[in-house]
């Protein structure tokens, strides 16, 4: 007898972060995250916050799953992973044509914890998402309903927004955007963090203090690396 695909495939057992490490991304601002990253890591403009205001700043464990077009079925699969403090990273290649959440579905996230909603789809039932009160993440909003048919996965590596996100990683967002640090990095990056906050805190004080150009294009403007035509 042929058996049926299944609709939905989950990894269910994947690394997490420690405590120490998830803590460590606290008021953190997307863009020292991505300086700590050799100025990657950040996921397509157009995935924007619903709310562009503070309450969009977050950070947590990411928890991912991949929807096909006009499908939520995954998304569902992803909320029932999820722990509280993570973040539902829902891929739909970018598909805008029915959303893949909606308010009842963002306020049973919000209920068992999820810090966060990220995707590169869109979202629906604008009024009811705005009472939320969890940031969340999309290219747009649409009326338009989507299935729960399948197929799907959770807990798998997807692409979304131009990069790679794996369950486990640490997804970051705030007003600019969305971030993502790999675990494979996630030490190193840590690292890099307190030397890229203490470098921007003194090109702060001096730009309060009238700086108009920078030490390095001051020294580069007066090299040989400039060719000066009168």
């Known amino acids: 007898m042929i058996k049926d695909s299944p609709i939905l495939t989950i990894r269910r057992n994947f690394q997490r972060p420690t405590k120490a490490q998830i803590q460590s991304f606290e008021s953190v601002s997307t863009g020292f995250v991505v300086d700590s990253q050799d100025g990657n890591g950040a996921l ?4 924007k916050p ?3 205001d503070s309450s969009s700043t977050f950070f ?3 928890v991912t ?3 096909g077009p006009s499908d939520n079925l995954a998304a569902h699969g992803g909320l029932a992973l999820a722990e509280p403090g993570d973040v539902l990273v829902v891929a739909t290649g970018g598909y805008t044509g029915a959303a893949v959440i909606g308010d009842n579905m963002a306020h049973m996230a919000k209920n068992k914890g999820v810090l966060a909603i990220v995707t590169d789809g869109v979202l629906r039932d604008l009024p009811g998402l705005l009472e939320v009160g969890i940031p969340m993440f999309c290219q747009g909003i649409s009326p338009n309903s989507p299935a729960r048919n399948g197929p799907g996965t959770v807990g798998l590596p997807v692409t979304l927004g131009g990069v790679s996100v794996s369950s486990g990683d640490l997804v970051i967002g705030d007003r600019d955007g969305v971030v993502i640090v790999s675990q494979q990095t996630l030490t190193r990056v840590i690292g ?3 030397e890229v906050r203490q470098i921007e805190a003194v090109m702060e004080a001096k730009v309060k203090d009238g700086l108009t150009l920078s030490d390095g294009i001051c020294e580069l403007l ?3 690396k400039v060719r000066n035509l009168d």
Do not use: N, P
């Open 192 to 194: 890099e963090l307190e």
């Open 44 to 47: 397509d403009y157009r995935i």
């Open 222 to 224: 007066a090299s040989d």
């Open 60 to 62: 947590g464990v990411a």
């Open 50 to 52: 619903l709310l562009d």
């Open 65 to 67: 799953c991949q929807t």
